[in-house]
């Protein structure tokens, strides 16, 4: 089993960045794909991002591409979200996932969260 911790959620303004990192603990972070997932309040929980166990692929759900970039760090067991040009909409609890494969969409293992809040 993995354990995986979020960090670096918070308040910015529209147009401001953020990057969320989820440190990973288990020696075998390297064989998993990764993704992150957020939650707004009264909506379900959604696929936000996702990347292979190389870093090779990518995934992105439609309305973040071209704004937000799911990347890690093998060595340092660490999973990063850089979520530039955020927008009111892109508020919600982060989580990031251990995924039941890239293409799935899927989580199996989660993290407990992070607070991400944009102020118009």
Do not use: H
């Not at 303004?13 to 020696?27: D, E, N, P, T």
């Not at 929980?45 to 309305?63: H, K, L, N, Q």
Request: net charge positive; aromatic share 10%; charged share 20%.
């Amino acid at each position: 089993q993995v354990q995986l911790v979020e960090s670096g959620g918070g308040l910015v303004q529209a147009g401001g960045s953020l990057r969320l990192s989820c440190a990973a603990s288990g020696r075998t972070f390297s064989s998993y794909a990764m993704g992150w997932f957020r939650q707004a309040p009264g909506k379900e929980r959604e696929f936000v991002a996702g990347i292979s166990w190389s870093g090779e692929m990518t995934d992105y759900v439609d309305s973040v591409k071209g704004r937000f970039t799911i990347s890690r760090d093998n060595a340092k067991n660490t999973v990063y979200l850089q979520m530039n040009s955020l927008k009111p909409e892109d508020t919600a609890v982060y989580y990031c996932a251990v995924l039941n494969g890239l293409g799935s969409r899927r989580g199996v293992y989660w993290g407990q969260g992070t607070q991400v809040t944009v102020s118009s």
